[in-house]
Structure formats: C-alpha cells, structure tokens
C-alpha cells in the first residue's frame, strides 16, 4: 500500500483494467438495483436492460437501423464542419501564432468565443443560414474553431526560438523559417487542437441538431424525448459518449504514429 | 518587415578554400535598456579584424557579452535586439546589415530537428530556395555524404537526434553548417554543454575538419585551455562592457598535446589571460580552466 499515494507509479496494465473494471460494474449496480427494487421509477430512470433493449431496437427494427442511419448523418455533418475547421482554422491560427501583429488584429475577435455561449449563437444562424445543413454545419464548425485557431496559436509561439532563428541563419527568408522550422515543430500539438476541436463537436451535436433535423443523433435523442422514451434517451446519450471515446482513441493513435518523435524528445 | 537583403554573392559554389576573407568589427558598441531606465553597455567600443582563415577564440568570463558580439558577426538578432547600437562589422569590407549568408553559426544549443533523420538534418538548409538555387541537388547530396563521412556518423545517417548522444548531435549541427562550405564558422559554445572527454573528441574533429577545408573561424568559449587548445589567435574579451583585454596568437602546431599543456608557453600564456581579466575585470563573471 506505500504505492497507494504515490503519483508518479503506475499500476500495472491488468490493475488498471481491474480497477476501471471495477468502477464501471459499481456504477451498473448501482443502476440496476435502483431501477429493480422500484426505488427510482422508470419514467425518471429506466433500467439498464431496457436501455439495451431500447439499444437493440434502434439498432434494428423491421429491418433497417435507425442508430447507423443516425450516426451516419451525424457523422458526416461533422466531417463537414471538420473539413471547414482545418481549411480555415489551422491557416489562421498559424498565421496569428506566426506574426504578432495578426495575433493582435485578431484574437479580439476570436479569443471572448472561447468563453462565450456559443449555445446561444443558434438563434442567429437559424435567422440567417436557415434550418438546414448550412445552419448544422455552420454551428459545429463555430463551435469547434473557437477552441481550435487560439491552439494552433498556442502551438505555434511554444516552439522554441532556436529553430527559427537557426533556419534564419542558414539564409532561410521568413516565410521558409516558418514553414521548414516552426509549423513542423508546432505539428503535434497542432494534432491535439484538432482532437480537441473534435471532442467539442461530439459536445455540440446535440444542441446542432435541435432544430428541424429530420435524422441524427441529437434527432433521435430529441425525438424520443418528445415521447418519453427514457430508454431511447440513455441509448443514443451512451451511443454518442461511445463514438466520441473512439474517435478520440483512434486520433490519439493515428497521432503517436505521425509524430513518434514528439514522445522521445 | 522586410529585412531579408542578403547581398548578392557571386553563384560559384567552388570558391578555392583558401578564398580570401575578412571580417572587420570597427568600433562596435552594444547598449541593452538597463531596468528600470538608462542603459547598460554590454559591449564598449570593440576593434577586431580578422583576415584570413584561421582559428580565432574569442574567451572572456560567463555574461561577457561575447555571445553578443558573435551573434552581431552573424546578424542573428533575437530578442529585438537592434545590432550594433554604433560602429559597424563589415565582410570584406562590405557592412553587413541583419543576416547574411556569408557566415553559418554552430550554437551551444543545437537545434537538430528531432522529426528529421540525420541525414536530413544535415541537409536542412538546401530546404531553402537561396541555397537550391546555388547548389545542384546531385552536389548536395554529395556534400551531405561526405559531411556524414566526415564527422563519423555514415553508419547512423537514418537515426533520429533522439538515438544520438550529446556529441554525436553536436557533429550533426557542425556538418549541417559545414555542408555549406561557409567562409566563416561562428561558434557559440559549441562544445560547452558536452562532458570533458566528448569535448575533447569534439575538438580534434573540428581540427581535422578545419584541415580539410580551412575557414575564418571565430569560436566563443569560457573555458581558458579550450582557448590554448585551439586557436591560431586569442582575443580575450573583459566583461560589462565587453572590451579586447588582449590578443595573441599561438604558434604551436595542432593538436596540441598534453605535454603542450604543460609546456611553459602554455603555462605562461594561461597565467597571463587569468591575470589580465582579473585587473581589468576583477570579480565579475567565471573562467573556465581544464588540464
């Protein structure tokens, strides 16, 4: 037990399986014996096999899958808002990282959103955009740029000087120093603004889908919700939790492997 | 916003070694905003002229200034700092304003690109426009192998910096610079942050690349026997506001051995570098002695 508060000494693997293991099945238990011996009733609580079943049914029912069909939709608005996010957003929070004087011009308009209710933007893009794709997408892509163009900033200003001024000295002009020395430099915690942007899109889908979507996530949520559906409810919340945990693993991986030399450095 | 005039140097990537060179420092004078208001004179009214190529050492106490007066040789200015504050460092006659391609710098600090191999650390600078347009690709690459020959590290040219040591990462920073064929070598250091041992290695290797191919050097230290080991001349340096406190040259053939040392020429000369930068210099800054 002298391990037991000490933070720099990890449990092995199989522990930490164990141990999360562990939490997991107490949280269920929990749960199921709430919903089992009547305590809490099912219209503020369903149980846990009602989820799975209200799970199986959305998964497949009279031979199509209302779930695939959702996530499908929901993942290709964020495909969408993500292709905005790094057209647009990675160039101008490099730009701003790499001169100080865009920084400036700048960041008034960019650095208040990252505190602000972008939740209450939607009205506003509804009034202009419309209720359709444009407005989702637009949403999703406002939502995740706040956060992301001040990270690439941030990345690009916590390379070290030395490399720019190296590549200044072997006669590289401005343009090259911040090409060939910094932006590769600043490229991993680059990534991790996008798998950030990322996560706070999962956050936003919901809340994108509000109004007027046909078919989505948020929709299926929102939908069962208008009929009580508790079961539905906690199966499309758990569904989403689950796809952002994965896309969040697989960037974490796809990352290491792009930069393995960040990890040793 | 626009500092980027390098001036104009003839295309001949072949200039003959021995290519006459000078760099001229003529009245330099640094002056940093001291806090709280006034100014602090960093560097005094330096005068030095270096002519042809050789090993000059530029030793002088920790916080001399000496790294400054190096980085004004090299027109790198980081910090903001407008170099010099007045006289002026001419190349061949030719002021140089802000950077220019004539001298390449080695820094203490080695900034090899942790994502980039050995070998594409040492061919780093031909990334750039200025020197793709000056050397054909098939002679980089020639110079890149022979750079890796040179410096020993032909076998380890697909590892990463991460693989090397502190030396092995030093000769990769020494072959980048080298890789250009510049007629003037600045060295900040360049061996400072290594163990005694490596340090050593490092300098004979920079003596045998020297031989090979013979540049203006200008080599800053702080350590008094790395001076004697190496230079053709010493200029030392007093500290706040950096000024030439002596200048001298060595004639002992290199590499110096340890009975060099030892020598009573070497003895003498090392006494009278402490015993200058004492009376001009009393208490200020460290010297650094290894024997």
């Known amino acids: 037990m002298s391990e037991f508060w000490n933070p720099y000494v990890q449990p092995s693997p199989r522990m930490r399986r164990q141990l999360a293991l562990l939490s997991v099945g107490a949280v269920l238990l929990l749960w199921s014996a709430l919903s089992g011996f009547g305590v809490v009733g099912p219209n503020r609580l369903p149980a846990p096999w009602d989820v799975l079943s209200a799970f199986g049914y959305l998964f497949w029912h009279n031979g199509e899958s209302m779930l695939a069909e959702a996530t499908l939709w929901s993942v290709g608005r964020m495909l969408a808002a993500g292709v905005l996010v790094v057209l647009i957003g990675i160039p101008i929070g490099v730009a701003m990282g790499a001169s100080p004087r865009i920084n400036a011009a700048l960041s008034p308009l960019v650095d208040p959103f990252r505190s602000a209710p972008v939740?209450?933007?939607?009205?506003?893009?509804?009034?202009?955009?419309?209720?359709?794709?444009?407005?989702?997408?637009?949403?999703?892509?406002?939502?995740?740029?706040?956060?992301?163009?001040?990270?690439?900033?941030?990345?690009?200003?916590?390379?070290?000087q030395s490399h720019w001024i190296g590549a200044r000295d072997l006669g590289a002009t401005p343009w090259e120093c911040i090409r060939q020395a910094v932006l590769p430099m600043a490229m991993p915690r680059i990534a991790d603004a996008l798998i950030v942007a990322v996560s706070v899109m999962w956050t936003y889908i919901t809340v994108a889908e509000y109004v007027n979507a046909r078919v989505g996530l948020g929709q299926l949520?929102?939908?069962?919700?208008?009929?009580?559906?508790?079961?539905?409810?906690?199966?499309?919340?758990?569904?989403i939790i689950v796809l952002a945990l994965v896309t969040y693993q697989l960037m974490r991986y796809f990352k290491a492997r792009l930069f393995p030399w960040e990890t040793h450095q | 916003m626009s500092e980027t005039t390098h001036p104009s140097v003839p295309a001949t990537t072949s200039a003959p070694s021995e290519h006459a060179v000078s760099l001229t420092l003529n009245q330099v004078v640094q002056d940093y905003p001291a806090p709280g208001g006034g100014v602090t004179r960093v560097i005094g009214g330096v005068d030095l002229n270096f002519e042809r190529p050789g090993i000059n050492m530029l030793l002088g106490p920790s916080g001399s200034g000496k790294s400054t007066l190096l980085n004004m040789m090299g027109g790198v200015?980081?910090?903001?700092?407008?170099?010099?504050?007045?006289?002026?460092?001419?190349?061949?006659?030719?002021?140089?304003?802000?950077?220019?391609?004539?001298?390449?710098?080695?820094?203490?600090?080695?900034?090899?690109?942790?994502?980039?191999?050995?070998?594409?650390?040492?061919?780093f600078p031909f990334r750039f426009k200025l020197w793709r347009e000056r050397v054909p690709e098939k002679e980089w690459r020639a110079r890149v192998e022979h750079m890796l020959d040179a410096v020993g590290l032909a076998d380890k040219k697909a590892l990463h910096p991460a693989q090397l040591s502190g030396g092995q990462n030093q000769r990769v920073a020494l072959a980048r610079a080298l890789v250009l064929q510049p007629r003037i070598l600045l060295m900040d250091e360049p061996f400072g942050a290594l163990d005694a041992q490596t340090r050593e290695e490092m300098q004979h290797l920079l003596i045998k690349l020297y031989r090979e191919r013979p540049c203006l050097i200008v080599f800053v230290t702080h350590d008094v026997t790395e001076a004697l080991m190496l230079g053709d001349r010493v200029v030392v340096l007093s500290t706040q506001p950096a000024n030439v406190a002596d200048d001298f040259t060595i004639h002992a053939p290199r590499p110096r051995s340890l009975d060099w040392q030892r020598s009573p020429e070497a003895v003498e000369l090392s006494e009278r570098?402490?015993?200058?930068?004492?009376?001009?210099?009393?208490?200020?800054?460290?010297?650094?002695v290894t024997v």
């Open chain 1, 119 to 160: 939740v209450a933007l939607l009205p506003i893009l509804v009034m202009w955009l419309g209720i359709d794709e444009a407005m989702k997408i637009a949403f999703l892509f406002i939502g995740a740029v706040v956060y992301l163009i001040p990270m690439v900033r941030d990345a690009i200003q916590a390379v070290p």
């Open chain 1, 221 to 239: 949520i929102q939908n069962a919700r208008r009929f009580s559906a508790w079961d539905q409810v906690f199966a499309g919340i758990i569904v």
């Open chain 2, 77 to 123: 200015r980081p910090l903001n700092v407008k170099t010099p504050t007045s006289g002026t460092i001419s190349i061949d006659g030719q002021p140089c304003h802000g950077p220019h391609d004539d001298a390449v710098m080695v820094f203490q600090r080695y900034a090899n690109r942790p994502d980039l191999s050995v070998y594409d650390n040492i061919a």
């Open chain 2, 273 to 288: 570098i402490l015993e200058k930068l004492h009376r001009v210099s009393p208490g200020k800054g460290s010297l650094r």
